[in-house]
């Protein structure tokens, strides 16, 4: 990674969100959306195309965010709750029988 202003470069293995595997055109469309609430109307404005091109180009992006991600483990909302003390540990660990049982 570089920063494009200082020049400061740090390398190794970096975990990258969703988001963040997106190109920044995408990325940029995205924020764009979030921004005007979901309004296709305001896209259609703001990027000069049509409703179906912002409907194409959303399902682009959701296609590609479903490629980049992962579903949590099934077991990571009973350890998170564990962990903040809202299970007792018997309480967790019945819950996790439970969701072993369920996958069988």
Same mark, same amino acid.
């Given at each position: 990674?570089?920063?494009?202003?200082?020049?400061?470069?740090?390398?190794?293995?970096?975990?990258v969100?969703?988001?963040?595997?997106?190109?920044?055109e995408?990325?940029?469309? $995205?924020?764009?959306? $979030? *921004?005007?609430?979901?309004?296709?109307?305001?896209?259609?404005?703001?990027?000069?195309?049509?409703?179906?091109?912002?409907? =194409? *180009?959303?399902?682009?992006?959701?296609?590609?965010?479903?490629? =980049?991600?992962?579903?949590?483990?099934? =077991?990571?909302? $009973?350890?998170?709750?564990?962990? *903040?003390?809202?299970?007792?540990?018997?309480?967790?660990?019945?819950?996790?029988?439970?969701?072993?049982?369920?996958?069988?």
């Open positions: 990674m570089t920063c494009p202003s200082c020049k400061l470069a740090i390398e190794g293995e970096f975990e969100s969703a988001l963040g595997k997106l190109s920044e995408d990325q940029a469309f $995205v924020i764009a959306f $979030v *921004r005007h609430h979901g309004s296709l109307k305001k896209m259609e404005s703001l990027f000069g195309i049509s409703y179906p091109t912002v409907k =194409n *180009r959303l399902n682009a992006i959701s296609a590609a965010l479903d490629k =980049n991600f992962e579903a949590p483990a099934p =077991n990571l909302y $009973v350890l998170e709750q564990l962990s *903040r003390g809202e299970l007792t540990v018997d309480e967790a660990l019945e819950r996790l029988s439970e969701a072993g049982e369920g996958e069988k």
